[in-house]
């Protein structure tokens, strides 16, 4: 009759936890998250560089064909603390999420115990039984007690709390996952960005030590000039202030050349003299890519944002958060249980013991803590959407930003080119003339002043267009796509969940 009765309650047990199972597997408290929608144009406003006629954006940064660029973005990658923190947080999301999935399960802990006893008595009465050693004025029993036994618990998920925590963890991994790419993207660009400022300051250096040889051979021709008495003293002076003043701009370039290098030495932490060797390298041009497809609409080139995809999955986030915190307002149901068996050495004898049971918990009464803790969800997916809209709009604004300037400096670069080959032509021409007597020092060094001037707005220009090709690869979240990434482009094989930023 006990073994029936036993067998009796352990299928009523298991029926029990068949209809739990089955209840906390179809039942979620609160909001099923959607992905949210904005209106946002369906073409760009702004003009496409080159009219659309682009390449793909795939190994962007080896398009330059300088390798001096890519082993600087690769040096920093290896030292940067901002892609350090960013991996260290991914590790702490993927930590947090075992631990929210982990609450949808039971716990089953074993315990063990082994005791001795020994203990002391008077001497009166019978002595020998139960393991007992008569002395003069005590006796001394000594016997062992051991036991093993397992205890287990389970929070039934009722009303998916556990699942909407989960929901809530597996979103936030997601998102440090984008803010990972993220600090790559916007890493690399400020590293290529600096790397070109530094190109173009060397050619402005190269610039200005060519325009002050020309005027160091114009200022000896004018102090032979001024020493015959065919020239006054006044031209002389001329010539040595406008020498004067280019040294000046010469020196003050390169101190800006040596700040650049301060800088990529910070974001590369590359050893000085390493990094001298490196830049040392011969460069008569600026690194410039091959254009990559911007002609796609607005909503299309979002996706290619990390910054935006990782909005939207802490607005998921939220929305689940919202369901866990709905969740607590209901009734809780736990089973727990737990076996033992217990073995005494006095008594040669052992114990079985046993005990399983459900427990309801009913929020009553807690002062509104419960509801406060609802709003205060509902308020932080609200603030999640609001930044999402923000993030939204600032990506569009920098996108239309950058090809405007980039179509900007595209019309003007072929325009500041020939307007710096005709100064450079006129100041040749006034040059033999001078030299010739038919012209005065005056006219000479205006026409030099002129060429040098728009010799220097081209190179500007030409600097300009790199740099604006730089930030258009920042704006579209540098070619990053959830859905083409590698395994092995994310730390740990993270891949995150496949999102749309508009929808």
Not at 29 to 56: N, S, V
Not at 243 to 252: N, Y
């Amino acid at each position: 009759m006990k073994n029936a009765h036993e067998k009796r309650l352990v299928v009523a047990c298991s029926a029990v936890l068949t209809a739990c199972v089955i209840v906390s597997g179809c039942t979620a408290i609160g909001p099923d998250y959607q992905p949210p929608k904005t209106r946002i144009p369906d073409t760009w406003t702004a003009p496409i560089p080159h009219g659309g006629e682009l390449a793909a954006l795939q190994d962007w940064w080896a398009q330059f064909e300088d390798q001096t660029l890519i082993n600087l973005i690769e040096a920093a990658e290896a030292d940067s603390p901002s892609l350090q923190r960013a991996l260290a947080s991914i590790d702490s999301a993927r930590a947090n999420l075992g631990t929210a999935e982990s609450a949808r399960w039971p716990t089953l802990n074993g315990t063990g115990r082994v005791n001795r006893t020994r203990k002391l008595g008077s001497a009166g009465g019978s002595g020998g039984a139960l393991g007992m050693t008569a002395g003069q004025d005590s006796i001394t029993a000594t016997y062992g007690t051991r036991s093993v036994g397992f205890d287990t618990s389970w929070e039934l998920d009722l009303f998916g709390k556990a699942r909407r925590n989960a929901e809530a963890a597996e979103a936030r991994l997601a998102a440090q996952t984008h803010d990972w790419h993220e600090a790559r993207v916007s890493l690399a660009a400020e590293v290529a960005d600096t790397y070109v400022q530094y190109r173009g300051c060397q050619l402005l250096v190269d610039v200005y030590q060519q325009e002050l040889t020309s005027m160091e051979t114009t200022d000896r021709a004018t102090r032979q000039s001024v020493a015959a008495g065919f020239t006054s003293a006044a031209d002389g002076s001329r010539t040595r202030a406008s020498m004067a003043g280019t040294q000046s701009k010469l020196e003050a370039q390169q101190v800006s050349c040596r700040l650049l290098m301060t800088a990529l030495q910070s974001l590369t932490g590359i050893a000085p003299d390493t990094l001298s060797g490196w830049l040392a390298q011969p460069a008569d041009h600026l690194p410039k890519p091959r254009a990559f497809r911007i002609d796609r609409v607005p909503a299309d080139a979002l996706r290619q944002r990390p910054d935006v995809a990782a909005l939207e999955r802490r607005l998921a986030a939220t929305s689940a958060e919202i369901g866990a915190a709905k969740a607590d307002l209901y009734p809780g149901l736990s089973l727990s249980g737990d076996i033992a068996l217990t073995t005494y050495s006095l008594l040669s004898s052992s114990v079985r013991t046993w005990s399983f049971g459900p427990a309801l918990t009913l929020p009553i009464f807690d002062g509104g803590r419960r509801r406060a803790v609802v709003r205060r969800a509902e308020a932080g997916y609200r603030i999640a959407y609001a930044d999402w809209r923000q993030g939204v709009k600032k990506a569009v604004r920098e996108i239309e930003e950058a090809l405007v300037n980039l179509d900007g400096a595209n019309r003007r670069r072929s325009k500041a080119a020939e307007a710096a080959a005709m100064h450079q032509a006129y100041y040749e021409s006034v040059q033999a003339q001078w030299q010739e007597g038919g012209r005065t020092l005056l006219e000479l060094e205006d026409a030099r002043r002129l060429a040098l001037e728009a010799e220097v707005e081209h190179l500007g220009l030409l600097r300009d267009q790199v740099q604006y090709w730089v930030a258009l690869y920042k704006a579209i979240g540098g070619g990053w796509s959830a859905e083409s990434i590698k395994d092995e482009a994310v730390p740990h094989k993270v891949r995150p969940r496949s999102s749309s930023a508009t929808g």
